[in-house]
C-alpha cells in the first residue's frame, strides 16, 4: 500500500514570496490533515479535512496561510506571503475517517527555509 | 483533551527492552492513548493505541494502569533503528495533540 506523498521535500524562499505544498493522501483515507512542525517542537495541527469540506482550521494563519482539497483526494496548503518564523517542516497526514479510533498516517514532510 | 508528561530522554542498550513511561492523570473515560515515533528527517510514524487494555502488536507493547493516569510502550528488543522521538498523545476529541515526547537513544 502506497505511503502519504508530499512534495517538495525541501523549499527555500525569501520572506515575502509564495510557496505552495502538495500532498496526495493513502487511497480510499476521507480525512486529510496538515501540520507544521517548528524545530524541536512536536507537529501541531493547522487544518483537518473531511473528504472536501473542512471540519477544523482554526489553528490556520487566515491572513496568509490558505488548503484546499478540491476533489476530496489531493491537497494543497500555500503560504503567501511567507515570514521568517514559517520555517517548518509542514506534514500532510491522512486517516479512514475523524473518529479517534482511526490512526493517522503521515508523509515524509516539505521542509522549507525562509530567508 | 488530557495533557501528557513524558521524560525528555532515555537510553537504552541494544537488544534489551525499553520502557518509555507517559502520565496521563486527567484522561477521562473515552479518551485513547496513542504513541507515534519521529525518526529524524521523517514523518511520524504510528505505533500503537488503546483505550484500557493492554495491546500488542508487530512493533511494541502498550501496557495501560487500571485507573488509566498513566501507561508505558515497550519495545522489547530495542534496535539502533528504534533510535527516535516517542510522543504519547491522549486523544478525546478527533484532532492529536504533539507535546515535546521522550528522545530515545539506543546504544550497541
Known amino acids: 500500500e502506497a505511503g502519504v506523498a508530499q512534495s517538495p521535500r525541501y523549499k527555500i524562499i525569501e520572506k515575502r514570496q509564495s510557496v505552495a505544498f502538495w500532498c496526495n493522501p493513502i487511497?480510499?483515507?476521507?480525512?486529510l490533515y496538515w501540520y507544521q512542525q517548528i524545530l524541536g517542537q512536536g507537529p501541531k495541527l493547522l487544518i483537518q479535512f473531511q473528504n472536501n469540506g473542512v471540519v477544523d482550521d482554526s489553528q490556520l494563519p487566515k491572513d496568509r496561510f490558505s488548503a484546499e482539497r478540491l476533489k476530496g483526494v489531493d491537497s494543497t496548503l500555500k503560504i503567501q506571503p511567507a515570514k521568517l518564523e514559517d520555517s517548518a517542516v509542514y506534514l500532510c497526514?491522512?486517516?479512514?475517517?475523524?473518529?479517534?479510533?482511526?490512526?493517522?498516517?503521515f508523509g515524509p514532510g516539505t521542509r522549507l527555509t525562509v530567508t | 483533551d488530557a495533557k501528557t508528561t513524558q521524560p525528555p530522554s532515555m537510553d537504552c542498550a541494544e537488544g534489551r527492552a525499553a520502557n518509555l513511561p507517559c502520565n496521563h492523570s486527567?484522561?477521562?473515560?473515552?479518551?485513547?492513548v496513542y504513541w507515534y515515533r519521529q525518526i529524524h528527517s521523517q514523518g511520524p510514524q504510528y505505533i500503537i493505541h488503546g483505550l484500557k487494555n493492554n495491546e500488542t502488536n508487530e512493533m511494541a507493547s502498550l501496557i495501560i494502569t487500571e485507573d488509566r493516569k498513566s501507561s508505558t510502550l515497550i519495545l522489547p528488543h530495542a534496535t539502533l533503528r528504534d533510535t527516535a522521538v516517542y510522543y504519547c498523545?491522549?486523544?478525546?476529541?478527533?484532532?492529536?495533540?504533539f507535546g515535546a515526547g521522550t528522545r530515545l537513544t539506543v546504544k550497541p
Open positions: 486527567t484522561i477521562s473515560g473515552n479518551e485513547y
Open positions: 498523545i491522549v486523544r478525546g476529541n478527533n484532532d492529536m495533540r
Open positions: 497526514a491522512s486517516s479512514l475517517g475523524r473518529d479517534r479510533t482511526y490512526e493517522q498516517y
Open positions: 487511497s480510499g483515507h476521507a480525512t
